[in-house]
């Protein structure tokens, strides 16, 4: 007969780990692409058109940019709304690190539509949803469960952070400590 080999558990999640850190490295880099978009067509054309409103377009630009997302968020993806890291950290210990595909995007897209427009957020909640949920997403796939999901899940977190702020080190030890929980 054949020699059959299948590969374990540890050696998959490498696997996937691999893929899904260039994953979301691409996914900081697209985060970063929508942020600079929707900052110029808010600043540079939008600004010009509310010219007649005076300096209120201090005002009414976040606010237009806030209408957007909250019609992004209730649409498409609930899961989107809020800061990004709790909503991890809730995925992961509550429900097996199990994330709808589409949060990667809505994040994305609701984020950067916040920040480009000026309204008050941060990078890293948002790139660590981005990431973790392309990594369910790609576990789910792959018919992964339990503890390597939610390995999985961290990895994505990490692949983004080391992405976003250039420290790998301090993309594992964020995952590590904060969705894991453990070392």
């Not at 054949?2 to 996914?27: D, E, N, W």
């Not at 992964?144 to 999901?149: K, Y």
């Amino acid at each position: 007969g054949q020699i059959r080999l299948t590969p374990s558990p540890f050696f998959r999640v490498l696997v996937l780990a691999v893929l899904v850190g260039a994953v979301s490295g691409l996914g900081a880099v697209a985060f970063q692409e929508l942020l600079d978009f929707f900052h110029t067509l808010f600043f540079t054309h939008l600004v010009s058109a509310l010219s007649s409103f005076g300096r209120y377009d201090v005002i009414l630009l976040p606010a237009l940019g806030g209408i957007g997302v909250g019609i992004l968020v209730q649409l498409f993806a609930r899961e989107a709304e809020g800061h990004g890291v709790p909503e991890v950290m809730l995925a992961v210990s509550r429900f097996g690190g199990r994330i709808r595909g589409r949060v990667s995007i809505m994040k994305a897209l609701a984020s950067s539509l916040c920040i480009g427009s000026g309204g008050s957020a941060g990078r890293v909640g948002p790139i660590v949803q981005i990431g973790s949920s392309a990594a369910s997403f790609v576990g789910q796939r792959f018919g992964l469960s339990g503890d390597w999901l939610r390995v999985l899940v961290a990895c994505g977190a990490a692949g983004g952070i080391s992405a976003t702020f250039n420290a790998p080190i301090a993309g594992v030890f964020f995952a590590l400590e904060l969705l894991l929980r453990s070392f």
